[in-house]
T-cell receptor, first 111, second 109 residues
Framework: DVKVTQSSRYLVKRTGEKVFLECVQD?????MFWYRQDPGLGLRLIYF???????EKGDIPEGYSVSREKKERFSLILESASTNQTSMYLC??????????FGQGTRLTVV | RKEVEQDPGPFNVPEGATVAFNCTYSNSASQSFFWYRQDCRKEPKLLMS???SGNEDGRFTAQLNRASQYISLLIRDSKLSDSATYLC??????????FGKGTRLLVKP
């Protein structure tokens, strides 16, 4: 079974903190994604990566950055957390033409 | 027109009922289609892929209509455990997936 693992299920951070969300997949997938999910807005793509050191902005990249130094790991960075970044963050990976596989999600609260 | 549209529901149905959801998509070049299920506070999980010829998996049937640009999901003999949000997902020629906002299903005894 494909496994996508996010480093934390729940996080509480203070406004202005730098926040790292880590995601690791064990199936050698090229493509990895970060989404946030909010009630009434569905899943929105923040960033994606199709190869090591490659990254592309999604629909809502402002306030975020990403890092992909190794194929299996894709990190999302909140440079200076704000309360409007309180959300559920979902990491996903996929090999190309089949479905995407999701991590268990990180529920981030910024206070 | 939004890229992927779904009726948000909720659809309230009794156990044993048959329920159908539709999803429309705007990009005629879309290549792959999926239905995901998401339970409350959990990650989305693949329910089934949707093939041009239609496909069935037990009580679930998915259909694709390219001419009208919609996909459908039919659930027969609904169970309490089918209560969840069902996400329609469309993949184009690029790397990313486009998600609908989901249709909420509540199956009641």
């Amino acid at each position: 079974d494909v496994k996508v693992t996010q480093s934390s299920r729940y996080l509480v951070k203070r406004t202005g903190e730098k926040v790292f969300l880590e995601c690791v997949q064990d199936m050698d997938h090229e493509n990895m994604f970060w989404y946030r999910q909010d009630p009434g807005l569905g899943l929105r793509l923040i960033y994606f990566s199709y190869d090591v050191k490659m990254k592309e902005k999604g629909d809502i990249p402002e306030g975020y950055s990403v890092s992909r130094e190794k194929k299996e790991r894709f990190s999302l960075i909140l440079e200076s957390a704000s309360t409007n970044q309180t959300s559920m963050y979902l990491c996903a990976s996929h090999p190309g033409h089949t479905e995407a596989f999701f991590g268990q999600g990180t529920r981030l609260t910024v206070v | 027109r939004k890229e992927v549209e779904q009726d948000p529901g909720p659809f309230n149905v009794p156990e044993g009922a048959t329920v159908a959801f539709n999803c429309t998509y705007s990009n005629s070049a879309s290549q792959s289609f999926f239905w995901y299920r998401q339970d409350c506070r959990k990650e989305p999980k693949l329910l089934m892929s949707v093939y041009s010829s239609g496909n069935e998996d037990g009580r679930f049937t998915a259909q694709l209509n390219r001419a009208s640009q919609y996909i459908s999901l039919l659930i027969r003999d609904s169970k309490l455990s089918d209560s969840a949000t069902y996400l329609c997902v469309v993949k184009g020629q690029g790397f990313s997936f486009i998600f609908g906002k989901g249709t909420r299903l509540l199956v009641k005894p």
